[in-house]
């Protein structure tokens, strides 16, 4: 890395990066957080919000995000994707996602290199801003139209919209978790397509 990450708040027109013990201690409108003795429980309106975080533990504790749907969702007919691909382009999505350093052995250009934790940040983008809005919707239809199959699983990756924000704050972390994953079952008897691995797709979501 060319420096240390000290930014715990940096903003796009289109995404917004939080540290996570920031966003704790300053919850944006639509979050509130309640303090456990066991760490932290964060309540969100899903009217308002879609969140796409998994509980998890971390020095602080552990931190339960109320209502959230995880970051692999899973949908099982026409009206649970279309519930779901509605909440998608209209309100904000919010992830964690981790900044990680990775070394390299110096004396063994052949092993596998080491990843260090640096900071989990909450990565949030706004499902209705019209570029954001666009790209999601060509996504989605490419997925359908493209899977022989019935079932499938799609992966959005941001990991291009995050190496944006890293050019702001002139840092090079390696990001892990920078996707979130749509899965829809079919009630299909024979969908070898989708057994075999061959309905699996992934698309990139861009600021710029």
């Not at 066991?38 to 509980?55: M, N, Q």
């Amino acid at each position: 890395m060319r420096e240390t990450m000290k930014a715990d708040q940096v903003s796009h027109s289109k995404m917004k990066v939080t540290e996570i013990g920031e966003f704790l201690r300053k919850p944006p409108a639509g979050f509130s957080v309640v303090a456990l003795s066991s760490g932290y429980r964060v309540y969100s309106d899903p009217e308002e919000t879609l969140v796409l975080i998994d509980d998890f533990h971390s020095c602080r504790g552990n931190i339960v995000f109320q209502k959230s749907l995880g970051r692999k969702v899973k949908v099982n007919n026409l009206w649970e994707y279309t519930s779901f691909r509605k909440s998608l382009l209209s309100r904000r999505i919010y992830l964690l996602m981790s900044a990680c350093e990775e070394h390299f052995p110096v004396s063994n250009r052949k092993a596998a290199s080491e990843t260090r934790l640096l900071k989990q940040y909450v990565v949030s983008i706004d499902g209705n801003d019209p570029f954001i809005k666009w790209q999601m919707e060509k996504g989605l239809d490419w997925t359908i139209s493209s899977v022989a199959g019935e079932s499938y699983r799609v992966d959005i990756d941001l990991t291009e919209a995050l190496e944006s924000w890293t050019d702001l704050v002139k840092v090079e972390p390696v990001w892990r978790d920078a996707s979130f994953t749509l899965k829809y079952y079919s009630d299909a008897l024979f969908d070898f397509p989708h057994w075999f691995g061959f309905s699996k797709r992934t698309f990139k979501l861009r600021l710029t």
